[in-house]
């Protein structure tokens, strides 16, 4: 066998790296140093009820650049949509939320941030008040929720989509028209299956699902008002897979 010198050996080595950086699809698992050649990051558009306003706007300001670190930064749009729950998008569908409507282009990514609602107010009610059987609820929910992003992504030839998981309950109510019902525990356990549920869904439609639980404690004030490392924490993510 002929024997090629160390230099040529590392020479190929260096161009194998920069063909995958330029020709691997972009994943979330897919390392950012690997991708650093494809430093061009999509615009983030994020959709949802009042947390996705407090999770992504910046001070209270919708469009934003956000500097992931010294060289690279991403742009966001913050589409807040009022009191909206899981179920209601999912009821309506794409006539309900059609994101071309809010200016995302291909390439770009969507985020969509709802289900608290749901998990304090509805789930619990519908399973009491109905005789409906949990699982069967949050199975409905997921399933229509997740037709509503997969229609939208279905309008575009690349969209990133990402579904950010439902955080932890407390006893705080900041919306009268929208207390909460039931006791913390249970309220607790409804958003785990939610959660869990909504997890498995996206891992079975190509959808990233960040788990915002664990950043959260039970406190009033970190559910209104999560702090900069969760934000770094959730935007580290989506940031992954915006980079192309």
Not at 24 to 44: E, G
Not at 50 to 70: L, V
Not at 80 to 104: E, P
């Amino acid at each position: 066998l002929e024997r090629v010198p160390m230099r040529v050996l590392l020479l190929r080595l260096t161009l194998a790296v920069h063909f995958l950086g330029f020709f691997t699809p972009a994943c979330h698992s897919f390392s950012l140093t690997a991708r650093k050649v494809r430093a061009h990051a999509s615009h983030i558009h994020v959709f949802g009820d009042s947390h996705a306003y407090h999770f992504f706007s910046n001070n209270y300001i919708n469009d934003y650049s956000y500097s992931y670190n010294d060289r690279q930064s991403v742009s966001f749009s913050v589409h807040w949509l009022g009191a909206k729950t899981m179920h209601g998008l999912g009821r309506v569908g794409i006539h309900g939320l059609d994101v071309r409507n809010y200016a995302v282009k291909n390439g770009d990514v969507a985020v969509f941030t709802c289900g608290e609602i749901d998990a304090r107010c509805h789930i619990g009610k519908q399973r009491d008040e109905k005789r409906r059987d949990i699982n069967e609820i949050i199975d409905t929910l997921v399933e229509r929720y997740i037709s509503l992003i997969v229609s939208n992504r279905s309008n575009y030839q690349q969209l990133y989509c990402v579904i950010t998981g439902v955080l932890p309950p407390c006893n705080a109510c900041f919306n009268p028209e929208f207390p909460f019902y039931g006791e913390l525990q249970d309220r607790a356990q409804i958003t785990y299956l939610l959660n869990a549920r909504l997890s498995v869904a996206a891992q079975h439609n190509n959808i990233l699902f960040i788990s915002v639980h664990d950043l959260y404690g039970l406190s009033a004030i970190k559910m209104m008002y999560p702090t900069e490392n969760f934000r770094k924490v959730v935007i580290r993510q989506i940031f992954f897979i915006s980079i192309r």
